[in-house]
């Protein structure tokens, strides 16, 4: 069966006839929407479906001039969509071959741009994530319960900072039990394995038109230490999660709003604390961005500065919180304490990212999520 597409009405964005809407924009395909569901079902024995594969962003880490260099989180780039060629009738895998599998071809590609290997971490975010993705047969970056990604990440006790690349093979929530009860005859199957790497294959080397090349350079960020990998799939679906790390040596510990920042710091030194405000994750959050195509880091409400010498001071910034600390040990070891509580105006998730410079460059050496809920806390 030859594959047919559609251009949509709204966007432009070319996807399968199949669709029932755009899953650019969301518009509905009218050509779908016409046809009357007896009529894609009474022959169903000659129906065919082509298994289409989507990718969503990662939050990308750019940077940009502010007083003291914050490193602004901004949203990523858009989805890319494309059609999965034809498969042989799949095997099953083990989840521990297929994550080795994604490993062996994340590696590949770094080893390709002379870039050291990642380690496979042990945190399961990305498997929760898929889990979830892989249950609302919704590609996000947000779990059901509203969470983000670094969110997750720290309540499964992270101690880095994360960038998530998301991405799915398979059917709509509709098209997938229309195969699986055979409804729909020869809907095309998932081979695991084939199709990672078809999936890593886009991201790496089809990403700069649709996304910026957000994605391969996830894939290929040099301080990039670890990687979760998360994947759920059967015959008609394959959920897929990539959770890169940057683990650096720095542990956080909050106790009744006293920050502490330790460790032993692998490269470059402590340049600040950045904290990012979201609001409480809940269903209902996840109902109003589940579509989005990639996520920002919340709003910068607070940096943590090194105390100055008596008699200098800082110049107050507007929009945010400047937070001296009480104390900024870099040596062997780093030892940073500070108080919380001049950041927190309200209730919601509180993230702090701890910020490094090396060799002129800053990045994200350690992340971690503050679940601040008065109400709980009276109970």
Not at 67 to 85: F, K, Y
Not at 136 to 163: A, C, F, L, N
Not at 200 to 206: A, F, N, S, V
Request: net charge negative; charged share 20%.
């Amino acid at each position: 069966m030859a594959d047919s597409w559609v251009d949509c009405s709204a966007c432009g964005n070319r996807y399968g006839l199949f669709l029932s809407a755009c899953p650019m924009c969301g518009a509905q395909n009218n050509f779908v929407a016409a046809q009357p569901l007896a009529a894609k079902k009474s022959n169903p024995g000659k129906i065919a479906i082509g298994v289409v594969v989507a990718i969503i962003a990662a939050a990308l880490f750019l940077m940009a001039p502010t007083l003291v260099g914050i490193i602004i989180h901004r949203e990523g780039n858009p989805a890319i969509i494309i059609l999965q060629p034809q498969s042989q009738e799949p095997k099953t895998v083990p989840r521990e071959e297929l994550v080795q599998h994604a490993l062996d071809v994340i590696n590949k590609n770094r080893a390709d741009f002379g870039l050291q290997p990642v380690e496979l971490s042990s945190n399961q975010a990305a498997q929760a994530h898929a889990e979830d993705v892989f249950k609302t047969k919704t590609i996000s970056h947000w779990m059901t319960d509203g969470e983000k990604p670094y969110m997750t990440y720290t309540r499964y006790g992270g101690e880095g900072s994360v960038q998530q690349n998301v991405a799915i093979a398979g059917f709509s929530a509709d098209q997938y039990e229309e195969c699986r009860t055979n409804i729909l005859l020869d809907c095309e199957k998932i081979e695991p394995l084939s199709t990672i790497e078809e999936l890593e294959y886009e991201m790496m080397y089809k990403d700069a038109e649709c996304c910026n090349d957000g994605h391969r350079d996830n894939i290929l960020e040099p301080r990039h230490t670890h990687v979760s990998i998360g994947i759920v799939y059967d015959k008609y679906y394959l959920a897929f999660v990539e959770n890169f790390e940057n683990n650096h040596g720095l542990n956080v510990d909050v106790n009744n709003g006293q920050v502490r920042i330790s460790g032993q710091l692998l490269e470059g030194e402590l340049e600040q604390v950045s904290i990012y405000y979201d609001v409480m994750p809940t269903p209902a959050v996840y109902e109003q961005n589940k579509h989005l195509l990639s996520y920002s880091t919340g709003e910068l409400v607070a940096t943590v500065v090194k105390p100055l010498p008596p008699g200098y001071y800082y110049e107050r910034p507007q929009g945010y919180t400047l937070i001296e600390a009480n104390s900024w040990e870099q040596g062997d070891s780093v030892n940073v304490m500070f108080n919380l509580a001049s950041a927190v105006k309200e209730d919601g998730v509180y993230t702090l990212f701890v910020v490094v410079k090396d060799g002129g460059q800053m990045f994200d050496a350690t992340s971690h999520s503050i679940f601040v809920d008065s109400q709980e806390t009276a109970q």
